[in-house]
């Protein structure tokens, strides 16, 4: 018995549209990098069929993806020598540009190709400063070869939706672009929080596999990873006896527990906390004893159980990502990208 990730089809469907009618004058630019969060690039196809365009990370993505699709494709990283560009043009991929050194590669080329330029507007990460940026733009100008297809930044702190950055940061933006030019600023958090940011392209991530940028339950996403794994063994252990290594937890009277095919080897989080709620049978059980690589162990009590039993540790109607990630000191989108491939994946509609 295997631990699985299902992965909804019309979760996927539906969680696109809500982006959709939230920025209904934009064009989508979805995020499918880290293997779609994830989720896997084969089990994603109503992203990658109905987006306007699919942004990666690395090379090695763009090509994974270009088999899968015809769909223009935004290579985020850009590219940093003469082969990296020979691959980015013959995968005929958009590309990024955010550092200096990338402006002249790209303005020497002798087949065209699509930009998108990144400007640091107050993050202090990947983009050309202000000087940069007009440098970038006359640069591109002497080769017509070179078409801008968009300019482009990103907050930092838009998961925080009062923070005085995310002001500062379009202002700026707006101070260095006009719309002139095609314009992209807002990613899940500015989607669902900052109209003003929308521009022309939005670049929804971890909103379209169901998930908060703000760590609370999003009422109009749907999950889209329900992570589950089987009940192994139920026993029952006496007071005064602890579970798991280190004895983290022990019995304050007679307690009946389920042992749990799933660990920090699957991906599920070591740091999940005593009382972490897995949902077994419709009802939510607390997690008891310290994760090990292969199992965990959980508090039955309050329900009837049996082996072979399948449990949902994340990505029902009762149990989101966001909580589980709560109680584990981390964020959703460490989660659903640290699922091992000893997982069993599959599509279900």
């Known amino acids: 018995m295997q631990a699985t990730a299902s ?4 979760a996927l469907a539906h969680n696109l549209s809500a982006v959709r009618q939230s920025c209904s004058g934009s064009k989508i630019v979805s995020m499918v990098k880290a293997d779609a969060y994830g989720h ?3 089990l994603v196809d109503p992203i990658i069929d109905e987006s306007d365009l699919l942004a990666v990370s690395e090379l090695s993505e763009a090509q994974k993806l270009r088999e899968k699709t015809d769909k223009p494709i935004l290579l985020l990283s850009g590219v940093y020598s003469q082969d990296e560009l020979q691959s980015v043009l013959a995968l005929d991929c958009h590309v990024v540009v955010h550092e200096k050194e990338q402006i002249n590669l790209i303005a020497q080329t002798k087949q065209r190709i699509g930009v998108w330029i990144k400007i640091d507007t107050g ?7 202000a000087n940069e940026y007009h440098e970038c733009i006359e640069a591109f100008k002497n080769n017509t070869l070179v078409e801008v297809e968009c300019v482009m930044s990103h907050f930092a702190c838009a998961d925080e939706i009062d923070h005085p950055t995310n002001e500062s940061q379009l202002n700026e933006f707006n101070q260095l672009t006009n719309d002139s030019v095609k314009r992209s600023m807002a990613n899940s958090a500015a989607i669902l929080s900052n109209k003003n940011a929308l521009f022309d392209f939005v670049r929804p991530g971890i909103m379209l596999y169901g998930i908060s940028p703000f760590g609370t339950d999003e009422s109009n996403l749907k999950p889209v990873m329900e992570l589950s794994a089987p009940i192994l063994s139920i026993k029952t252990i006496q007071t005064g006896e602890s579970v798991g290594y280190g004895a983290t937890w022990t019995a304050n009277k007679k307690t009946n527990i389920a042992i749990i095919g799933i660990g920090y080897g699957d991906g599920y989080p070591r740091h999940a906390k005593n009382g972490t709620p897995v949902c077994i049978n419709g009802e939510l059980c607390p997690l008891i004893g310290r994760v090990s690589m292969d199992l965990i162990c959980v508090n039955i009590d309050s329900i009837t159980a049996k ?3 399948v449990v949902t540790l994340w990505g029902n109607e009762k ?4 909580t589980v ?4 000191d981390t964020i959703g989108y460490e989660l659903v990208t640290g699922v091992s ?6 599509k279900v509609l």
């Open 7 to 10: 992965i909804s089809q019309s």
């Open 40 to 42: 896997h690039l084969t």
């Open 123 to 129: 993050m202090h990460r990947l983009g050309l400063l």
């Open 307 to 309: 082996v072979g039993d």
């Open 319 to 322: 149990l989101s990502a966001e």
């Open 325 to 328: 990630a709560t109680w584990s």
């Open 341 to 346: 491939s000893r997982v069993s994946f599959n």
